[in-house]
Each structure stands twice: as C-alpha cells, then as structure tokens.
C-alpha cells in the first residue's frame, strides 16, 4: 500500500473492540453465513483506485459501511460512484438505510455528501485511563439491567435520544447486558449500552441532563464485568453535550472524533413528537427543527 494512501475504518465500535478492519477476525466475521457483505472497488483513474465494504445482517435492515480506502487526492466523483454501488447493492438486501462514522478530517467528506450521505450527529471516542480501577470506591451504584429497568430505560431513551433519529440509534444494540443507575429516590439517572470485543470495551452511556457529576462516569467503568485488562472506549454523541462534558474531566484520551454519517434507502415521512428534554445537535439539523420520527416506507 502506497504511503499516501488512506485506509480509514467506518464503524467506530468495531475498530476499538475488535482491530482493523483486515485483522483475519474481522474478515471471518464478515463472511459468516448471518452476515450480507459486497465490496466495490473503482479504477476510473488506475493512479488513484479506491475501494469499500458494507454489510448487513441478514434479520436487519440497516447496512454499515465498514472501511474505504482511497488516495486523499481521489477525485470526489469517483468515491461518490463507488458509494453508490455500494447503496445499490445493498438496496437489494432490502436495507432501509445505511450509515457510517466518518473521521471528521476525511477529505472525503464531499463525496458523501455528494453520494446522498448527511451527518445526523458527531461522536467523540474517550478511551478511560485504567487507573481509574485503582480506587475501589463508588459513589454510585450501577447495576446490570434487567427486564425490570426496561420501562424507565425507554422513558430516558425517549427524552434524550432525538425522535428522528431513533430507527438508525437503538435504545440497545442488544450485544451484552448493559448497566443502569438510579437516584436514591428511584430515578433512573441513566443506563450503559455495552459491546465486548477482544481489544476492548465500547461503553455507549444515555444520561439524563441531570448527571452533572464526572464521577458516575467513574464508577461506570468500575462496574463494568468482566473488563480482563481491556480497555474501555466511551462514545459521546453530540445530541449529549454533557455527557462529553463529563468525560472530558476523567483521566483518558480522546481517541477520535467521528461525523454519524446516513444514506436512506426509503421514502420518510415525518410525524411531530414532543421532546422531554432540550436537544444540543449539530451538523444538518437546525437547533429550532421540532424533532419528528420517521416512518419508514418503501418505495
């Protein structure tokens, strides 16, 4: 691979939990039988080829970009041309939409845009300093979840997850059992989505406004099971401003920042819904929009 050469991974979670994109799990991963996949690849200029995955699991309808590799000179036509191979594709598999996390120094950004992509949200990856486990103690007790927390969970998910985003942003991932934390009146102050992978842990907390101390974020990692020495990557999502605020007072990195990139594959049609808290967004969503949830139709 020549040095200017860029290969930039698409999906975030699985960099931090289980390595780039061509470690030999990843590529066994992606041809398991559950899992729809297609590469592109373009040589209209044979100086300058470029090349991407998506995939699709094949009881879901959303795809995900995986990886692009491109020159950071590519002609922007061209990477809007295999984006839209790629769209092609897995419109085929029924996919209802698509989305990618887009390092936000990509020179391809206008090739997305130009593909029909826009940013529904920015996400900054913390990656928590394992000293924080030194110190046994908590000031706040989070728990796993149970089927019990479910009601409360989705009233928090409701009010702080924008309602025109929630079809492509799940209340769970449903990849491990994740945590909760309730005030000791009985409030659930939040809740934890976790992922596991062998190169670390991908902790994606909801948090009511309320949280105002960087110390639940502490004992988060603290009450995280079965760590094994791994690495915990915390994912902040611009919709939670205070959640980042949070984050950034704990000892750590900032690892990356990512634009939340989407491709629609249907029609939407939008019904308005009330918002229990004030949304901070930025991007392609203006600050005064009434949030609205799509309502997915095919063409």
């Known amino acids: 691979m ?18 780039e994109p061509f470690t030999l799990r990843n590529l066994m991963h992606s041809i398991s039988p559950p899992v729809e996949q297609y590469t592109a690849y373009c040589d209209n200029d044979p100086e300058r080829p470029c090349y991407a995955q998506v995939i699709s699991r094949m009881d879901e309808t959303q795809g995900q970009l995986t990886f692009l590799g491109a020159f950071a000179d590519t002609d922007q036509s061209d990477i809007a041309c295999l984006l839209e191979n790629l769209i092609a594709n897995a419109g085929n598999w029924g996919t209802y939409y698509i989305t990618c996390d887009l390092p936000t120094d990509s020179p391809h950004l206008p090739g997305f845009k130009k593909a029909g992509f826009i940013t529904w949200a920015n996400q900054t990856i913390f990656r928590l300093a394992p000293t924080i486990l030194e110190d046994k103690k908590t000031e706040y007790p989070w728990r796993t979840w149970n089927a019990n927390d479910m009601r409360a969970m989705i009233s928090l998910y409701r009010g702080v997850v924008p309602g025109l985003f929630q079809p492509i942003e799940p209340l769970t991932r449903k990849a491990a059992l994740g945590l909760v934390l309730y005030q000791p009146e009985g409030e659930l102050i939040g809740y934890a989505d976790l992922d596991y992978g062998p190169k670390g842990v991908w902790a994606q907390p909801v948090l009511s406004p309320e949280a105002n101390d960087p110390q639940i974020l502490s004992d988060l990692q603290k009450a995280i099971p079965n760590l094994n020495n791994r690495p915990v990557f915390l994912a902040a999502r611009s919709y939670q401003p205070w959640l980042a605020s949070l984050a950034a007072q704990l000892p750590g990195e900032t690892q990356g920042s990512q634009l939340l990139m989407v491709r629609y594959l249907v029609r939407q049609s939008k019904a308005a819904e009330p918002q229990a808290f004030a949304l901070y967004e930025v991007g392609n969503i203006e600050r005064s929009m009434p949030v609205s949830q799509i309502r997915q139709k095919t063409d």
């Open 2 to 19: 020549r040095r200017t050469e860029l290969l930039q991974s698409l999906d975030y979670l699985r960099l931090v939990t289980r390595g």
